[in-house]
């Protein structure tokens, strides 16, 4: 069973604002899927998370180094970035698997490895909306994801 949740937020602070909410609500384990076109945010939303769980240095992309690990936070993220991923059988070698078992898990471009990923995942997809600055917010939750979001999406 998956559940759906929209929201329309206005620029990447409230973009962040969003990630901020969220936080809240993760542990360790979980994936989240980080969907849109070039430019729509999904670093920002990167950012805004950790940034919510107190990591006060820069966030890069992770487009080139393929991951990046944040292990001094309560709970470790992996921010993940997929774009330049020749075969789907490389997440092996970044140890996706492992990590997913107790961090946080972000994945950008994720539709890159759909048949690796957990059934059990929060997918947000990121679209532009009215104007430059506006984005459209489509959170999923798939499997056990499913009641969580319908439990949490006023929080968001």
């Known amino acids: 069973m998956s559940t ?30 980080l969907a849109g076109d070039l430019g729509a945010g999904k670093t920002t939303f990167a950012r805004g998370l950790l940034a919510a769980f107190g990591h006060a240095g820069e966030v890069p992309s992770p487009t080139f180094t393929l991951v990046q690990v944040y292990d001094d936070l309560p709970v470790p993220v992996w921010h993940v970035d997929l774009y330049r991923l020749a075969v789907a059988d490389d997440l092996v070698e970044l140890g996706l698997a492992e990590a997913m078992a107790g961090a946080i898990v972000l994945i950008e471009w994720a539709e890159r490895a759909a048949g690796l990923l957990p059934p059990d ?5 990121l679209d532009y909306a009215d104007g430059e600055q506006r984005r459209r917010l489509t959170f999923t939750g798939h499997g056990r994801w499913g009641p969580r979001l319908a439990g949490i999406a006023d929080a968001l």
């Open 4 to 33: 759906s949740v929209r929201r329309v937020v206005d620029g990447a602070g409230a973009t962040a604002a969003l990630a901020g909410r969220l936080a809240p609500h993760l542990a360790g384990g979980d994936v989240v899927t």
């Open 121 to 125: 995942r929060l997918e947000l997809r």
